[in-house]
């Protein structure tokens, strides 16, 4: 299910990639600083959360398990 949310922003900032197979989305091209600033946005929308500045790293969101755990620091109580 969360997953399925990430893939969901992530198609809407980025063209069309197969997000589950890369395991480095800046360096195969995916997405660049300024989409993750974008996907923040999306994110943070979708899932209802703020995500700090301190985690808007690139290494945060590099490939769908990286996005998978940011997100799950903000989901969990």
Excluded: H, R
């Excluded at 197979?21 to 993750?36: K, M, N, R």
């Amino acid at each position: 299910m969360m997953e399925e949310k990430i893939v969901k922003a992530l198609e809407a900032v980025c063209d069309e990639s197969d997000f589950k197979t890369s395991e480095d989305f800046l360096e195969d091209g995916i997405i660049d600083s300024f989409q993750i600033v974008e996907l923040v946005g999306e994110l943070e929308e979708v899932f209802d959360i703020e995500i700090s500045g301190d985690d808007i790293l690139p290494e945060n969101f590099i490939n769908l398990s990286a996005i998978c755990e940011l997100i799950s620091k903000y989901t969990e109580d």
